[in-house]
T-cell receptor, first 115, second 115 residues
Framework: DTGVSQNPRHKITKRGQNVTFRCDPISEHNRLYWYRQTLGQGPEFLTYFQNEAQLEKSRLLSDRFSAERPKGSFSTLEIQRTEQGDSAMYLC?????????????FGNGTRLTVT | AQKITQTQPGMFVQEKEAVTLDCTYDTSDPSYGLFWYKQPSSGEMIFLIYQGSYDQQNATEGRYSLNFQKARKSANLVISASQLGDSAMYFCAMREDHSGYALNFGKGTSLLVTP
């Protein structure tokens, strides 16, 4: 169990540029989540995958955001035309099954700064 | 509407003392799960403890216990024998069995353990 891996750890970009983050979940976990966390707040849910299917998207996920999990393994989160308000920590998490009690295992996050 | 409420932005406790972090929740789903996570300054989210809505006993995990009062819709975290390493942000979260897949987090409580 190598844990959830996220790359890059930090990303600085200029407003208007596109950025892409990658998440590698724990290998036997077929459920994958993306969250966003701003300073002083709890993580906010963005989207959820079960295998390769994107089953839920938050209304926080504007049309500039897109997430994929093409083969049901790693996932990418792309933000197009970044805005300063997109500056946040982007967290990926996975869990092995759908039982209500299975906890999320989080990666260390990608910190995005939009200048 | 906020589903998880943590009313204590910050708490202090002296080393070796016990501390209670408050969490109230709002749901009409009879089946749900409540989670507590710790986030040290390094940023990773660490799962601490889980309580299911049908569990008869309060959950315990080492120095962590959950004071679950279903009628009051509260799920307070109790940390016994505080250690300096317990200084961190603590987040309460809930997953509802019939209302999507997201784990919804509160805004967190910052705990500082003093010598």
């Amino acid at each position: 169990d190598t844990g959830v891996s996220q790359n890059p750890r930090h990303k600085i970009t200029k407003r208007g540029q596109n950025v892409t983050f990658r998440c590698d979940p724990i290998s036997e976990h077929n459920r994958l989540y993306w969250y966003r966390q701003t300073l002083g707040q709890g993580p906010e849910f963005l989207t959820y995958f079960q295998n390769e299917a994107q089953l839920e998207k938050s209304r926080l996920l504007s049309d500039r955001f897109s997430a994929e999990r093409p083969k049901g393994s790693f996932s990418t989160l792309e933000i197009q035309r970044t805005e300063q308000g997109d500056s946040a920590m982007y967290l990926c998490a996975s869990r092995p099954d759908g039982s209500v009690g299975s906890p999320l295992h989080f990666g260390n996050g990608t910190r995005l700064t939009v200048t | 509407a906020q589903k998880i409420t943590q009313t204590q932005p910050g708490m202090f406790v002296q080393e070796k003392e016990a501390v209670t972090l408050d969490c109230t929740y709002d749901t009409s789903d009879p089946s749900y799960g409540l989670f507590w996570y710790k986030q040290p300054s390094s940023g990773e989210m660490i799962f601490l403890i889980y309580q299911g809505s049908y569990d008869q006993q309060n959950a315990t995990e080492g120095r962590y216990s959950l004071n679950f009062q279903k009628a009051r819709k509260s799920a307070n975290l109790v940390i016994s024998a505080s250690q300096l390493g317990d200084s961190a942000m603590y987040f309460c979260a809930m997953r509802e069995d019939h209302s999507g897949y997201a784990l919804n987090f509160g805004k967190g409580t910052s705990l500082l353990v003093t010598p």
